[in-house]
């Protein structure tokens, strides 16, 4: 048995089109996420989804008893997946994530998921923080256009300079071939 997991994170209905928080390239980068979860269960490596809840008020996604909540039907949860809530970007803070993953002698961690420049980015690098050793797998990520300074900063620009700043620091990116 490997100690490679993979980590699936929020690929949820908000995020897609008619969803309260669309992300750009949100369908394209869960397709790349279906074919690397569907390599780990034939794999047959754990594969934890994650799946974000906001309940902090004044949440505008994510909702509680909402379907924008629900993780997306085209990456479904199925048997032997670990399923994991969260209530903050971080995938570890205050859940049973670090638990589980010691619990099955995890060391190593592939990663996929939304929003590249927040849950992404904040699971990665507290997952290299906590020790192990993380794979990013870029084109199954998906952001979105932000705005600083009054100047817009596109989705593209957003995802590039993320995983950019993610690389070889606290993981290694790549793309799914």
Request: hydrophobic share 45%.
């Amino acid at each position: 048995m490997s100690n490679r997991a993979l980590i699936v994170v929020d690929i949820q209905n908000d995020y897609f089109p008619g969803g309260a928080n669309e992300l750009v390239g949100s369908t394209e980068a869960a397709a790349v996420a279906v074919e690397v979860k569907r390599h780990f269960k034939e794999s047959g490596l754990p594969v934890f989804m994650i799946q974000h809840v906001s309940i902090r008020p004044g949440a505008t996604f994510f909702l509680p008893n909402t379907n924008g909540v629900e993780i997306h039907e085209s990456i479904a949860v199925e048997d032997g997946d670990h399923l994991v809530v969260k209530h903050y970007p971080n995938s570890f803070r205050e859940t049973n994530l670090l638990e589980l993953l010691k619990t099955l002698e995890i060391s190593e961690l592939t990663v996929v998921g939304m929003m590249t420049h927040m849950c992404i980015d904040t699971t990665v690098r507290a997952a290299s923080d906590l020790g192990f050793k993380v794979e990013l797998i870029g084109n199954a990520c998906a952001t979105k256009d932000l705005e600083y300074g009054g100047r817009k900063v596109a989705a593209t620009d957003v995802h590039a300079s993320f995983l950019a700043a993610i690389d070889g620091s606290f993981a290694t990116v790549r793309d799914w071939e």
